[in-house]
């Protein structure tokens, strides 16, 4: 089993940025991949970035390619979301997941964080 606690969400003007944090308990992070997921209101669930388990893959959906960047330490057993240049249609809940394998969508990701709000204003 594995816990994850998002922090770091909150309200940012446009233009601005943010730092998530995804802290894991229960089991190390270090043989799995993590990914970052976001859910706007009336929308559903997108996939945002993911990182493999040694930290040399990442991947990310081309809505925030070059303004996200997904890292993890493995000895605070912690993933992280940069996020710069936020738009306002960034605005929306945002989980992190671990899972056996990277992928771009929900599937494969066992576990889920309970989810950290971004609001982004214009």
Do not use: H
């Amino acid at each position: 089993q594995v816990q994850l606690v998002e922090s770091g969400g909150g309200l940012v003007q446009a233009g601005g940025s943010l730092k998530l944090s995804c802290a894991a308990s229960g089991r190390t992070l270090s043989t799995i991949a993590m990914g970052w997921f976001r859910q706007a209101p009336g929308k559903e669930r997108e996939f945002l970035a993911a990182i493999s388990w040694t930290g040399g893959g990442t991947y990310y959906a081309d809505s925030v390619k070059g303004r996200f960047t997904i890292s993890r330490d493995n000895a605070k057993n912690t993933v992280y979301l940069r996020m710069n240049n936020l738009e306002p249609e960034d605005t929306g809940v945002y989980y992190c997941a671990a899972g056996p394998v990277v992928a771009g969508y929900s599937d494969p990701y066992d576990y889920w964080g309970q989810g950290t709000q971004v609001t982004v204003s214009s």
